[in-house]
């Protein structure tokens, strides 16, 4: 990994505490400027995204296994939707895989906590985005007690096991938690207030989980401490431009780093041209 | 519908058989002008079809049952991976259910054909999108004779029910045969052959089907004939971008006919902006 990717730059240190008090939401690392730099190279990107993204899916259907998920957290306005429709806005949604997991159904709730991230990782070839994921299986029942210590405690282990047997199957995970400030947050909720067209997106329960601010950040310092590997990417969210460019960034430098190949068919083109020329 | 509607333009008129003969692929009905004026006017449609996405979206959280399923047929390079791509960029893909159908897996052939296309429908408030349908099931079979006729011609009836509860379940069903003609297919072919980059797209079983082009042909005149309720839309697919903005049109014209509103939530702002800013 180059010293100066960004990779390098928001990644958590593993076997280390987490503190996300020492981030600041609102800084910009790596950015190649303001706003209007970054959106323009957030630009520039979207071709290289889309013309590796191909490749991989082209190496999928020659057999190559290998695939990516990119997993966003976050806490509410964040932004998770908002970067999975910047993300996608470079790719070809038809090689991806968006899933946003809500809280679980009562058939969910019948089956160990990864029983449906299963069923929508990517297949081999594809770009996989989850809005949420397992990682709220250690978030919301630590914060509202719906479990014991104990149970969100052997999760942290069975998140790191199947996280290890994804990355042996080829899946390259991203894992990006959008980092908000308490501030921000509070802006974007009374903008949704104000807004009538934004209103519907506005649920007192909000409230109710802000006032849980401090334990969400304690569930949060843990679950990224816990589950290391692969290593999580903190991304400061209170700028968008910057949360939508370093996100891309970061899949854009997994995807590089993977280099995928165009199968070469072994066919010879001549041939069927000529056959494609002369059919009646 | 008003007259001048794209739907009145494209769509096959139920109870008539179909000569797609008669149908021009390179033909542009309802264009707003030449590929320049067409590309403009698919960019000006972009903002409204984002705007009636999100308020079907925001009315499914409601309890609004509605949904879009927009149903993509046609032949090899006609073109429904790209229209797929386009018709996205327009959208948020967090409320599209994006299929891409393959030729059915060995679990998917031990059940009923409508099995598979049953777990990849559009949840309320989300726009499906088919790339390939339960249509494969009177297409490929019938033509490579793998069922009887009588299979074949039973099928017709099962997705005619089929697609009758779907609509009473709040399912606006937009079925699109992109028309191809057999030059141009040739010409997308060659292309293929001619770019390394595209080469893995090729296979010589291509050039198989395109053997059987005036049986699948036949093939789909029968279909679109026998499941005409809702309509088809023959859409001439041999010029990109006028494919691309009338299927992009057709989704709009729906989306607007069905007037998805944003649910106005019980709450008094005031009150919620208040407790947000008195907060500690």
Redesign the interface.
């Known amino acids: 990994m180059a010293k100066r990717d960004l990779r390098h730059l928001l990644r958590l240190p593993p076997g280390e505490p987490v503190d996300l008090a020492a981030h600041d939401p609102a800084a910009t690392p790596g950015a190649p400027g303001g706003k209007h730099a970054s959106l323009a190279d957030a630009e520039r990107m979207g071709k290289e995204l889309a013309e590796l993204q191909e490749r991989l899916w082209?190496a999928g259907?020659?057999g190559d296994r290998r695939r990516v998920l990119l997993v966003l957290q976050g806490m509410d306005t964040s932004g998770k939707?908002g970067t999975?429709?910047h993300v996608?806005?470079h790719l070809?949604?038809?090689g991806?895989r968006?899933h946003?997991f809500k809280a679980p159904t009562a058939e969910e709730l019948r089956h160990d906590f990864l029983w449906r991230v299963r069923k929508e990782l990517p297949r081999p070839g594809e770009i996989g985005i989850f809005?949420r994921s397992h990682y709220e299986d250690v978030l919301v029942p630590r914060v509202r007690h719906l479990v014991p210590p104990a149970v969100t405690g052997s999760r942290y282990g069975q998140i790191n096991d199947f996280e290890r047997t994804l990355a042996e199957d080829g899946v390259t995970l991203i894992k990006c938690f959008l980092h908000l400030s308490y501030e921000e947050q509070?802006r974007r909720?009374?903008r949704r207030?104000?807004r009538?067209?934004k209103?519907?997106?506005?649920a007192?329960s909000d409230?109710g989980e802000?006032?849980l601010w401090p334990a969400y950040q304690e569930a949060y310092e843990l679950a990224l401490a816990h589950c290391a590997t692969p290593p999580w990417y903190v991304i400061p969210a209170d700028r968008k431009w910057y949360r939508n460019w370093a996100v891309g960034r970061l899949l854009l430098e997994h995807l590089r780093e993977l280099d995928p190949k165009?199968?070469?068919?072994r066919?010879d083109?001549a041939e069927?041209?000529k056959?494609?020329?002369t059919?009646t």
Do not use: H, M
């Not at 209103?199 to 506005?202: D, L, Y």
């Not at 165009?262 to 068919?265: E, L, M």
């Open positions: 082209a259907t020659a939707g999975v429709k996608i806005g070809n949604p038809s991806c968006i946003a809005d509070r909720l009374l207030l104000d009538p067209d209103r519907w997106k506005f007192p409230i802000r006032a165009y199968p070469q068919p066919l083109p069927w041209r056959r494609l020329l059919e």
